[in-house]
Each structure stands twice: as structure tokens, then as C-alpha cells.
């Protein structure tokens, strides 16, 4: 059985599943009777996309002292959302305004965001990460989508070698919000990518093909799957207005309808999967309902909304805490049982 973790793109809204997964790990310290117990430990395979490819890579990065722990807690991701969000998305009013019509390239300078990048996770590279993991982004010069895999395979595959830091900015580079990201491979070959929630805003089924082509090629049948999402809302749109509107205008609205709009396919097309196959007890999506639109926006991170949403999140983690509970008892018990688990297999597979 392998256990699966992924995680949803939103921006600010990472502090949702971050939230989410504190709970959980104070769950499995409980359970372990580890108080150093991470969701690291308890997971075979991470994927993140966009924010939730900030919060994998956080997870899984390894720590200074100890290589074979993780550098951070939950917890500490939490407080990396409520305290740093603010400078990411700070911007002037007029440059916020000129980038929401398509008026301005971007809404938000990237310098913040990649001095974050670089102090939270400094030189590591996607080959020293303690699991394995895939974050996609989307390659503008392939015209291609992109997927980041950091394997068991110490193999030095080109992608292996890329920052960490690197994989964070090119799958969070979301369109009309901050400038593409452009690396340099180990080869020393130019990228250029964006956000990779332009089509996998919610991971999960990058996820299940991945681990497919493992040699135990694991299926939903033999699989536990946690889904994380960055909270939901559905807002509805007047015809007219997009009828009169002029396109640019309609940018934000339409982004928000692409990105929520894939991660609920998602999510329907896995769950009818793991149904149709009568294992519907190993999979969960946890995904809050948002009460308006204004507080689910990616780039909302003042203070106060940051409030609303740890308060939003509380309130879900508390009306969920069985199904949590559940969850970090089985892990706990599933680690237990088995002493070691057998070493993944991942097919050369970084580029699609």
C-alpha cells in the first residue's frame, strides 16, 4: 500500500492546507508518541501544485543538522503564510489595478517571493529532497506541460539537479500575478515556465500516474490518497457583464473559473475512480467552502484576511477532526506494521 499526499494550488490560500496538515501532525505526535513525528514520515509520495508545490518542497526539504530529517514542522509552514504572505503580495494600488485588466505585466514584483524562496530552502536541489515528489509547471518556450519528479533514483537526471528554489518560482509563476520564472537546468539550457495550476491546479492525477509507473505500479486499489485543497467558493458571473465587458477585463474572473474549475474536475473524475473500484475509503479531499469570493482570492493576504481564513480553517479542521483522526491512525498503524517500506522505482521521467 502506498500512501499518497497532494496538495492544491491557491497562493495565500496555502495557509488552508498548511493549517490542515498541523492538525494532522499533531494527530500522528499523539498517536507515535513521537513528538518530533512529521507528515513527511507518513507519506511515499508528495505532489504540489503552485502553493502547494511551495508547501511540498518545504515539507520534504531536509534539515541542516540532520540530513535525514525534515527542516520544518507544520506548524513553522503555517507561520511562514501568516507572516511572510503580506511581502509577497505587496504592491502598489495602481500597479495592482493596472495588472488585474492585462494593463501591466504583472501584478506583484517576484524579488520578495524569491528572496523567501532562497532563504527558506537555500541550495537544496529536487534530487536532495527526503521523498519523492512531483510539482508541474508549464514550459512557455515547449509550449509543453512540465513535471518536476524527484525520485529514489540517484541517478543524476538534468532535472535532479535543479534548485529547489528554482521548481517553488516556476510552478507558483501564476499568469498576471508574477513575471514567468526562467532557470537554468544542470545542463545549462534556458526554461521558461508558468504556474502549473493553468492545468493542474489540483495535482492528484499527476500524482496517481506517477506512482503507476513504479514496478509495483500501484493503482487505487492498493493506494491511500489524502487530497488537500486550498478552500472553495463559487461565485457566479452575470452574461451581460461579460457580454459588455471588454476581455481584459474578464482576465481575473476567468483565471478563477480555470484554476477552480480543473481542481473540481479533478477531484471528480478520482473520486468516481476510487468508487467505481470499491476502495472509496482510501481516498479524502479536504477542501473547505470559502463564504465569499474577495476572501478566496489568491493575492487577498492582509493581515485581516489571513485572520479570516485561519478562522475559516479552524472552524473545518474542528468539523472534520474525526475524519483527521481516522486518517493519522491508520498512517501511524501502517508504519508500525511495516518496518521498512520497499524503495520506488521511478520510470526517467522529469520532462512530459
Excluded at 521558461?192 to 500524482?207: E, R
Excluded at 496517481?208 to 509507473?213: C, L, M, R, Y
Aim: charged share 20%; hydrophobic share 40%.
Amino acid at each position: 500500500m502506498i500512501r499518497v499526499l497532494t496538495i492544491d494550488g491557491g497562493g495565500i490560500l496555502g495557509i488552508v492546507p498548511a493549517m490542515i496538515l498541523n492538525a494532522l501532525e499533531l494527530k500522528l505526535q499523539q498517536y507515535s508518541k513521537n513528538p518530533e513525528a512529521r507528515v513527511a514520515d507518513y507519506f511515499d509520495f508528495f505532489a504540489g501544485t503552485s502553493t502547494g508545490g511551495i508547501i511540498t518542497a518545504l515539507m520534504l526539504a531536509p534539515s541542516k543538522e540532520n540530513e535525514g530529517r525534515p527542516r520544518y514542522s507544520a506548524a513553522e509552514i503555517v507561520e511562514f503564510y501568516s507572516e511572510k504572505g503580506p511581502s509577497i503580495f505587496k504592491s502598489t494600488w495602481l500597479r495592482r489595478k493596472l495588472g488585474s485588466v492585462g494593463f501591466a505585466a504583472d501584478r506583484y514584483e517576484v524579488a520578495e517571493l524569491e528572496r523567501l524562496l532562497k532563504r527558506y530552502l537555500g541550495n537544496t536541489k529536487l534530487s536532495e529532497l527526503l521523498k519523492p515528489c512531483l510539482i508541474p509547471a508549464y514550459n512557455l518556450e515547449l509550449a509543453a506541460t512540465y513535471f518536476f519528479a524527484a525520485t529514489t533514483m540517484k541517478t543524476g537526471l538534468i532535472l535532479q539537479e535543479t534548485f529547489v528554489r528554482d521548481v517553488c518560482r516556476a510552478t507558483s509563476a501564476a499568469p498576471s500575478y508574477f513575471e514567468p520564472a526562467t532557470f537554468l537546468s544542470a545542463s545549462k539550457v534556458q526554461h521558461a515556465c508558468v504556474d502549473g495550476g493553468v492545468f493542474a491546479n489540483n495535482p492528484t492525477l499527476c500524482a496517481i500516474a506517477e506512482v503507476g509507473k513504479t514496478a509495483e505500479h500501484y493503482t487505487p486499489i492498493n493506494m491511500k490518497l489524502l487530497s488537500l485543497g486550498t478552500g472553495k467558493v463559487k461565485p457566479s458571473f452575470r452574461l451581460r457583464s461579460f457580454q459588455k465587458r471588454i476581455a481584459l477585463l474578464n482576465i481575473p474572473d476567468l483565471i478563477q473559473i480555470m484554476m477552480g474549475g480543473v481542481a473540481e474536475t479533478t477531484h471528480h473524475i478520482v473520486k468516481n475512480v476510487f468508487c467505481n473500484l470499491n476502495v472509496k475509503d482510501n481516498y479524502l479531499r479536504l477542501d473547505p467552502d470559502m463564504p465569499y469570493a474577495q476572501i478566496a482570492s489568491m493575492d487577498n493576504a492582509t493581515p485581516e484576511n489571513i485572520q479570516r481564513l485561519r478562522a475559516i480553517t479552524e472552524q473545518f479542521i474542528s468539523h472534520n477532526e474525526d475524519a483527521i483522526d481516522h486518517w493519522a491512525k491508520q498512517l501511524v498503524q501502517s508504519t508500525e506494521l511495516e518496518s521498512a517500506f520497499p524503495a520506488l522505482s521511478f520510470s526517467k521521467s522529469s520532462k512530459q
